[in-house]
């Protein structure tokens, strides 16, 4: 199973940029994937990483404080695809972002399996 996380890029401050997250799993071994709660995480150059947005599974989102207002969290369940839409982008929002969450896997040997997932992270640049 993996998380592809694409969408980052480079805005102006003021801008916008909509991050996509797709979950997915080997053809040979999975049968099919589905996302549960997931979560957008950003790391800031010499920064911890932190908690962006999440939103579980029946939709109820949740953000932080530096971000509400102006970032948006969806899924698409038939997709297997969490968004991020970001607008009105400052340039304290520049950083690595990283999609992750649980995903539930079933296997074409009949098994299944829940594990949390982290994306490869994709950069957001906002200049001044």
């Known amino acids: 199973v993996q998380l592809q996380a694409s969408g980052g890029g480079e805005a102006q401050a003021g801008g916008s940029l909509t991050l996509s997250c797709t979950a997915s799993g080997s053809i040979f071994e999975v049968n099919s994937v589905s996302i549960n709660n997931m979560y957008w995480h950003r790391q800031a150059p010499g920064k911890e990483r932190e908690l962006v947005a999440d939103?579980?599974?029946?939709?109820?989102?949740n953000y932080a404080e530096s971000v509400k207002g102006r970032f948006t969290i969806s899924r698409d369940n038939s997709k297997n695809t969490v968004y991020l839409q970001m607008s009105s982008l400052k340039p304290e929002d520049t950083a690595v972002y990283y999609c992750?969450?649980?995903?539930?896997?079933?296997?074409?040997?009949?098994?299944?399996?829940?594990?949390?997932?982290w994306g490869q992270g994709t950069q957001v640049t906002v200049s001044s």
């Open positions: 992750n969450g649980r995903v539930t896997a079933a296997y074409s040997a009949g098994a299944w399996e829940e594990d949390h997932y």
């Open positions: 939103i579980t599974t029946g939709g109820i989102t």
